[in-house]
């Protein structure tokens, strides 16, 4: 699975090529060819192998021994989980979609689910708001803040985030014409 949203990835990356030699017609139809940050966020909890039963017993729903049962037991499914790193590229293709709110919408699944959670979950959070209310100046200051705190090695992921946001908001800036 993770294979399927690196791929997904890096197609919306090369649909998502600069926009100057494009006319608008043409990146109308750039924009229709990438796949939806839902989309992945669908496939990857739907074609996740199960690693147990994929559903559990709703409970006082079983007959009990000894009894005469008059309706079929309920079962409930099993939302299934994500990894790290299937949690880490969610979050990258629909930051790469102008998406920030189903990044944060991944982030929450995943802690529902499974209690998932990325080293710097909050930096990351931060910068997702960052994205939401065009924030750069603050978003850089929270990576430089993370890497003074935890070292170069552990904001890697951070900076990669932040570079992705900044590509986004310039692509978005040259279709727009703002």
């Not at 994205?131 to 552990?154: F, L, T, W």
């Amino acid at each position: 699975m993770e294979a399927v949203l690196v791929c997904v990835l890096a197609h919306n990356r090369a649909v998502s090529m600069p926009a100057s030699q494009f006319t608008p017609e043409t990146l109308k139809r750039r924009r229709i060819a990438t796949v939806h940050w839902l989309s992945a966020l669908s496939w990857a909890t739907d074609l996740v192998q199960d690693e147990v039963e994929g559903r559990i017993l709703r409970t006082e729903s079983a007959v009990s021994v000894d009894s005469v049962g008059h309706s079929f037991p309920k079962f409930i499914p099993l939302q299934k989980p994500l990894s790290s790193r299937m949690l880490s590229l969610l979050i990258h293709i629909c930051v790469r979609a102008g998406s920030p709110q189903g990044a944060l919408h991944a982030m929450g699944y995943a802690r529902a689910v499974d209690k998932t959670e990325l080293v710097l979950s909050e930096a990351i959070q931060a910068l997702l708001y960052c994205m939401i209310y065009n924030r750069p100046y603050e978003a850089e200051a929270i990576v430089r803040e993370a890497e003074k705190k935890h070292g170069k090695e552990k904001t890697q992921f951070l900076e990669r985030l932040l570079l992705a946001i900044q590509e986004t908001k310039e692509h978005e800036l040259s279709t727009t014409g703002n």
